[in-house]
């Protein structure tokens, strides 16, 4: 079965939502998800208050430009990932057509931050971002180097959450899991890299020379990989999200597919839905 590119949505209390990464399928997205659309009565508003990104990669920024219409909501990115969209691409400046179209926060890493959104209203959410192993966007990678600010992952809680059990862990691209566990221990949920199934899986399909871990994704499977540690890490369940269109792993059939399901850990599908 098709899968839209990967995009969560997050809220506290069902009214307002916020979107981790804004991926280019975002306007099907919206239409199979009544929360996320305009509320009756009202024109050209939305249940989206608020965007998040890891990174500044294309399939995760570029359904922003789907949401430059009048509704104001707010973007939190951290620096370099804001200023490679915002002030080095021209086409993003479309966000800026009229004031707090869209209101920016940076991500400090480590700093755990109150979601608002675009009017400055508490959403009753919390975020805070870490640094995972990745690069920068394709489109930056001649003039710019990777640093920690390049990939992130995302916690995100409830303000007044008693229980970790009932945050989520967000890691669509990590070239690595070292430094992943600290932060994610305990969370009710980890949605973590699932692009491919081993480190070359596009260079025998002929598809490019770059291993999987060439392009800062380490894969599931092997010895090294992804999946024996997901399985032992503690949390309240396992995700397996952004997974490529080469990925044995889609089919049902696959002795892949069933080493995944045997290990506990389930597999990202369209309108899957939590309650934590």
Known sequence: MARTQDCIAVSADGVSWFLLNASPDITRQIERHRELQPSAGRRRSSGISGIV?????????????????????????????RAGLLE???????????????????LELGAELPLLDGDDAPSGLTVQAFPVMGKVPLHLEDS?????????????????????QSSIAYVPAAGSLEGVAK???????LFFDGTFWHDNELVELGLTGKTARALCHLPIG???????????????????IHINNTNPILRPDSPERQQIESAGVRIAEDAMRFDL
């Open 53 to 81: 990104l890891t990174n500044g990669d294309l399939d995760h920024c570029l359904g922003l430009l789907s949401l430059r219409e009048w509704t104001s909501f707010s973007l939190y990115a951290t620096p370099e990932t």
């Open 88 to 106: 080095r691409n021209v086409v993003f400046r479309t966000l800026r057509r009229q004031e707090r179209h869209v209101v920016q926060h940076d």
């Open 222 to 240: 092997g010895p090294d990989g992804s999946l024996r540690s997901l399985a032992e890490m503690h949390v309240g369940q396992s995700v397996y």
């Open 183 to 189: 932060f994610v221990q305990g969370v009710g949920c």
């Open 144 to 164: 710019a180097t990777p640093t920690a600010q390049s990939n992130v992952g995302l916690i995100v809680r409830e303000s007044n959450g008693t229980s970790e």
